[in-house]
């Protein structure tokens, strides 16, 4: 060997023969089951002295380098080319386990896996069937779309100006008074969540929720360091809401709420609002449900708001297409620059594409007369699936009648919904949405979609799920 430690060097002489000899092994030159030159001549060869040759060789014998064998020498060992490997490559576990972006429910994380196989019912997704999805009329309409070059390249920071005109007269007839200004385009109602979190909250802050919300099911807030509160909207709440010390928003969703279904009357939207402008704690309302209100319904919390106290959500994704990733925060002014300016940090404007079709769609009429289509569909739909229910499933749960969007949250009078439930189906090939996942100690609940299922799929999923919890009642 034609190499000797450097007796100048800050590194001990020690430690550069250990990594002289790590090195050799490394590109094969002392490779697996090799017997290594005696110490002597290793002394000889490094100009050093055997104690540290022998102290050397000790250290590596107990990382597993090399082994002794008795009357024979010192050896490579089968695995040290495996080690020195493991240590050349970076500790991807560790980097993992101290990202600040926090884990989903595992059982989060099958739902999101099994949603992609073709073989699978899915039961509880929150997303419009194939069929229901305008396809035909999307590649119709692109004939009829005229590209300027400038509305092709990067959006704006607020998106495009087009879109957000027509947002907002849009909005305008919703009761929702809002110029262009006041409209940021996002990448879907989830980005809004996410840029809030890191936009406008202080780490520590206090997001208030309802019981079984959306957003135990994602960590958006939770990632940025805030607190989650859960809270009932019943006499308590103006107690818990003026005791609370620090900065705080309460998030919503008033209009058929995911996963519950539920809407709120407009008395108590009225006090809710009141309460929370009182306490000067901002709320966000998630609103992209309410294109699919088969009645009449309520106007929206923003519609009551005149002193910009509630964010506002909506989003394509329930009614047009989620692929197209289109949502919007409307929002006071500086707020909307503020988010604005984090959104071009992370991905410099929502698909300027994806916009021109939205914007020609709300612009022509195509919006319009595609949601009421998707509204009564939408509605037999869950007339099938209520049909079901009350044929199987009427001695052993409640549920409400839905009064729109995707969901019917069946409660089961025994406390059944846990995760060997959840993975007895997935077994059986239905993929359920389990009420813990929205609320960590709920056993009763399931959240059922009639948008994503065909009628024969809902009779065969729901069978399979009747028969799973007699088989599981009459168990042993």
């Not at 926090?102 to 069937?129: A, C, F, M, V």
């Given at each position: ?58 250290e ?66 929150g ?5 229901l999805l ?57 980005q ?22 959306y ?27 003026r ?19 539920y ?10 609002y009141?309460?929370?402008?009182d ?7 998630d ?14 919390l923003k ?48 698909s ?18 595609h ?25 052993i ?76 009642r009459?168990?042993?």
């Amino acid at each position: 060997m034609d190499w000797k430690p450097n007796r100048h060097a800050v590194i001990s002489i020690h430690r550069q023969i250990t990594d002289r000899i790590k090195a050799l092994i490394e590109r094969g030159d002392w490779s697996t089951d090799m017997r290594i030159p005696p110490q002597r001549k290793l002394a000889e060869e490094f100009d050093v002295n055997r104690s540290t040759i022998q102290a050397a060789l000790d250290e590596l014998k107990a990382d597993g380098y090399l082994e002794g064998r008795v009357g024979s020498g010192i050896y490579v060992t089968g695995n040290a080319w495996n080690l020195l490997m493991d240590q050349a490559r970076p500790n991807w576990q560790r980097h993992i386990e101290t990202g600040v972006h926090k884990p989903n429910y595992h059982t989060i994380q099958l739902i999101n896996d099994y949603e992609q196989k073709d073989d699978i019912i899915r039961l509880g997704t929150g997303e419009l069937s194939p069929d229901l999805l305008p396809a035909r009329e999307l590649e119709e309409s692109l004939r009829s779309i005229t590209l300027d070059a400038r509305a092709i390249g990067y959006s704006s920071p607020q998106g495009s100006i087009k879109l957000r005109e027509a947002l907002s007269a849009r909005l305008e007839k919703r009761g929702i008074t809002v110029s262009s200004d006041n409209i940021l385009i996002v990448s879907g109602a989830l980005q809004a969540l996410q840029l809030i979190a890191v936009g406008l909250l202080e780490e520590g802050a206090t997001v208030f929720q309802e019981g079984s919300s959306y957003l135990n099911s994602v960590h958006p807030f939770q990632s940025a360091g805030m607190r989650m509160q859960a809270v009932n909207r019943d006499g308590t709440l103006s107690s818990r809401i003026r005791s609370l010390k620090g900065q705080s928003l309460f998030y919503c969703v008033p209009t058929l709420n995911n996963p519950t279904g539920y809407s709120w009357t407009v008395e108590e939207k009225k006090s809710f609002y009141t309460l929370c402008r009182d306490a000067r704690i901002p709320i966000i309302e998630d609103d992209v449900y309410h294109e699919l209100q088969f009645g009449e319904g309520s106007p929206p919390l923003k519609a009551m708001d005149e002193a910009g106290h509630v964010l506002y959500l909506g989003s394509v994704s329930k009614t047009l297409s989620p692929g197209l990733r289109i949502g919007w925060i409307v929002a006071p002014t500086p707020v909307i620059k503020r988010l604005a300016d984090i959104k071009m940090q992370t991905d410099y404007g929502s698909s300027a594409f994806s916009q021109e079709i939205v914007a020609h769609w709300m612009m022509s009429g195509r919006y319009d007369r595609h949601v009421e289509r998707l509204r009564t569909r939408l509605q037999e739909r869950a007339e099938r699936m209520e049909n079901i229910l009350l044929r199987q499933y009427q001695d052993i749960a409640t549920w409400n009648r839905p009064s729109g969007g995707f969901y019917i949250w069946i409660r089961f009078h025994a406390p059944i919904v846990n995760k060997a439930l959840f993975l007895k189906a997935l077994q059986r090939k239905v993929l359920l949405n389990p009420g813990y996942i929205y609320d960590p100690g709920d056993a009763h609940h399931i959240r059922l979609s009639f948008a994503y299922a065909s009628l024969d799929e809902m009779k065969i999923g729901l069978h399979q799920l009747r028969k799973i919890i007699e088989e599981r009642r009459d168990a042993p």
